[in-house]
Antibody
Framework: QVRLQESGPRLVKPSETLSLTCSVS????????WNWIRQPPGKGLEWIAY???????DYNPSLRGRATMSVDSSKSQFSLNLSSVTAADTAVYYC???????????WGQGALVTVSS | EIVLTQSPGILSLSPGERATLSCRAS???????LAWYQQRPGQAPRVLIS???NRATGIPDRFWGTGSGTDFTLIISRLEPEDSAVYFC?????????FGQGTKVEIK
């Protein structure tokens, strides 16, 4: 049974970089594509990016190149960096898994990150 | 990108009633790669349906997904109090993967 857990600073200053890590427990780290999805308070869901351990990746153009993912297979972790943040980036950030041509099937509990000075 | 529009915004029904949720796509969803998620307050979403009509493991058969092309429907027959949640549709046929804005189901 795969489990996901987000970690990282919960308060980030405007113009700085938001950094989150997702730790994966269970088998099959190299099977899945690993994703970040966010949800502003009281709003809908926005897919940010995915990355496979092989380096295959895809990003949502809406982030205008501010998002960068990395994967560390040795630690069964993957990370998100989101640069030049503003208050609009305040959201619950979820990590999630998926298999090719499938839905997001396993989610972390989410991490509320607030952008404020 | 494909825009998904869900309706209605809020659905208020009694236990035992049937809920019909709609998701309309701005373009054809390739291979009917359309999923439905349930999000209870304070929780992460969980997948109910993928491929428009395939129930995920452990999802009760009260949940049905139908549709193809640009029009999709989630039906919850015989509502139970635990079904109170926001339901999102999501397409994964084309990048970027996009979500609908959600339908809130309230149980009276």
């Amino acid at each position: 049974q795969v489990r996901l857990q987000e970690s990282g600073p919960r308060l980030v200053k405007p113009s700085e970089t938001l950094s989150l890590t997702c730790s994966v427990s269970g088998d099959s780290f190299k099977t899945y594509y690993w994703n970040w999805i966010r949800q502003p308070p009281g709003k809908g869901l926005e897919w940010i990016a995915y990355m496979h351990h092989s380096g295959i990746s895809d990003y949502n153009p809406s982030l205008r190149g501010r998002a960068t993912m990395s994967v560390d297979s040795s630690k069964s972790q993957f990370s998100l960096n989101l640069s030049s943040v503003t208050a609009a980036d305040t959201a619950v950030y979820y990590c999630a898994s998926l298999l090719p041509a499938s839905a997001f099937d396993i989610w972390g509990q989410g991490a509320l990150v607030t952008v404020s000075s | 990108e494909i825009v998904l529009t869900q309706s209605p915004g809020i659905l208020s029904l009694s236990p035992g009633e049937r809920a019909t949720l709609s998701c309309r796509a701005s373009q054809n969803v390739n291979n009917n790669y359309l999923a439905w998620y349930q999000q209870r307050p304070g929780q992460a979403p969980r997948v109910l349906i993928s491929g428009a009509s395939n129930r995920a493991t452990g999802i009760p058969d009260r949940f049905w997904g139908t549709g193809s092309g640009t029009d999709f429907t989630l039906i919850i027959s015989r509502l139970e109090p635990e079904d109170s949640a926001v339901y999102f549709c999501q397409q994964y046929g084309r990048t970027p993967r996009t979500f609908g804005q959600g339908t809130k189901v309230e149980i009276k």
